[in-house]
């Protein structure tokens, strides 16, 4: 079971960068590592998916060592409405039964 | 996500009392889950189905049951609810992510969420 660990809080301020880490020690040589994006009483959101090295889309990047052992959520100049909990997702092989969504990072944005 | 909806939004029930969330979604996908999420914690996997002949136990299957009567519904049935069933439940579903690779690269779609109070 590739089990994922996660700073449970982060606090920032808007117009900064913050970067919330995730390690996953176990993870398998064909995982993937995604990261899901939740508000209050509503449904987690994909945000941005990755294998290695670096992947960067509209909202964030993602940076994976060469070992994979840990990712890095990137979110530039952040503002309060990022305030949310983010969490890092890495599947278990094909066994979706054995994936889980831990307890997520809750990052609150001050003005 | 409008594309997946569950209803009800909110239920209270009694201890002892058979209650069904079901789940709806029009994004074509095969794959459908169920989760439970208790105040501060992460997203726990109740069940999940990969079509419709296909239902799987997830990590808290106890007390639960599940019935997928097409690709768009997915409902979840506590036989005899109990209050530390109370929880919002989530219903997603998902893509087979890419084509060759394992299904860690599928993307979840989650519905709005029913929020449910067993007294």
């Known amino acids: 079971l590739a089990k994922t660990t996660q700073p449970i809080s982060m606090d920032s301020y808007e117009g900064q960068e913050v970067n919330i880490t995730c390690s996953h020690n176990?993870?398998?040589?064909?995982?993937?590592i995604t990261w899901y994006q939740q508000f209050p009483s509503q449904g987690p959101r994909f945000i941005i998916q990755g294998y290695k090295t670096k992947v960067t889309n509209e909202v964030a990047s993602l940076f994976i060592p060469a070992d994979r052992k840990s990712s890095t959520l990137s979110l530039p100049r952040v503002s309060l409405s990022d305030t949310a909990v983010y969490y890092c997702l890495v599947g278990d092989g094909n066994n979706a039964g054995k994936s889980t969504f831990g307890d997520g990072t809750t990052l609150t944005v001050k003005p | 996500d409008a594309d997946v909806t569950q209803t009800p939004r909110n239920r209270i029930t009694k201890t002892g009392k058979r209650i069904m969330l079901e789940c709806s979604q029009t994004?074509?996908?095969?794959?459908m889950y169920w989760y439970r999420q208790d105040p501060g914690l992460g997203l726990r996997l109740i069940y999940y189905s990969f079509d419709v002949k296909d239902i799987n136990k997830g990590e808290i299957s106890d007390g639960y049951s599940v019935s997928r009567q097409a690709q768009a519904k997915f409902s979840l049935s506590l036989e005899s609810a109990i209050p530390n069933q109370t929880a919002l439940y989530f219903c997603?579903?998902?893509?087979?992510?890419?084509?060759?690779?394992?299904?860690?690269?599928?993307?979840?779609?989650f519905g709005p969420g029913t929020r449910l109070l067993v007294l």
């Open positions: 997603a579903t998902s893509d087979e992510g890419l084509a060759g690779v394992t299904w860690s690269t599928e993307t979840q779609y």
């Open positions: 176990n993870i398998a040589t064909n995982d993937y």
């Open positions: 994004k074509g996908h095969d794959r």
